[in-house]
């Protein structure tokens, strides 16, 4: 194999011109290549590896919703306050007509449930719209609704979402006088 070389405007060619004639390149346009396929590799493989992550976040999300589902089953997951208290106590209720039973989360977490409280309801009271105050943010949603009920032990008032107002409302009503 014969190599000539020679300059031409500060870049160096080489020819092979025994071998094969498509075999021209410039030294640096092949040093530029060889970099520039490289790094379309490590950019497929970063893509490749972002891919990955977010189908496996997306199994995963999945995957817990359907498992806390089977777990916990559809609470109905509310806030409850004594009406002369001003702090919330979270937690999920089993409701019946005129019974309301209170299981509050241990330390805000879902799944540590303290012993339940039973309450006895005697009358619900209306979505009147009243929120939680602004200030309470930090303790509890201020979206949250509030209907205001009378108990046994006392009145009570439970943070619900919008979406279960009308729920928890019916389930709860005293069963009327039987006829």
């Known amino acids: 194999m014969i190599h000539i070389v020679h300059g031409v ?15 021209f ?3 640096d346009d092949l040093r530029r290549f060889r970099e520039a396929s490289q790094r379309d590799r490590s950019w ?5 590896r972002i891919s990955f992550g977010l ?13 806390g589902r089977k777990v916990f089953g559809q609470r109905l ?17 089993e409701a019946s007509p005129g019974h309301l039973r209170f299981h509050r989360y241990k330390w805000q977490i879902r799944f540590v449930s303290s012993d339940p409280v039973d309450f006895a309801v005697q009358a619900v009271g209306l979505d009147s719209g009243k929120r939680p ?3 309470q943010l930090w303790s509890v949603n201020p979206s949250l609704h509030v209907i205001d ?7 009570l008032r439970l943070g619900l979402q919008s979406h279960q ?5 019916t389930q709860l009503q005293p069963a009327g006088p039987p006829s």
């Open 55 to 67: 189908v496996l976040a997306v199994a995963a999300t999945a995957v817990g919703l359907l498992l």
């Open 165 to 169: 107002v009308d729920t928890i409302r």
């Open 133 to 135: 105050s602004k200030k």
């Open 77 to 93: 997951e509310l806030a409850l306050r004594p009406t002369t208290e001003t702090k919330w106590r979270h937690g999920w209720v």
């Open 9 to 23: 405007g500060g870049l160096e060619r080489s020819r092979v011109s025994l071998g094969e004639p498509s075999a």
């Open 25 to 27: 390149f410039e030294n």
């Open 149 to 155: 009920i009378d108990t046994d032990q006392g009145p």
């Open 44 to 48: 497929s493989t970063l893509c490749d």
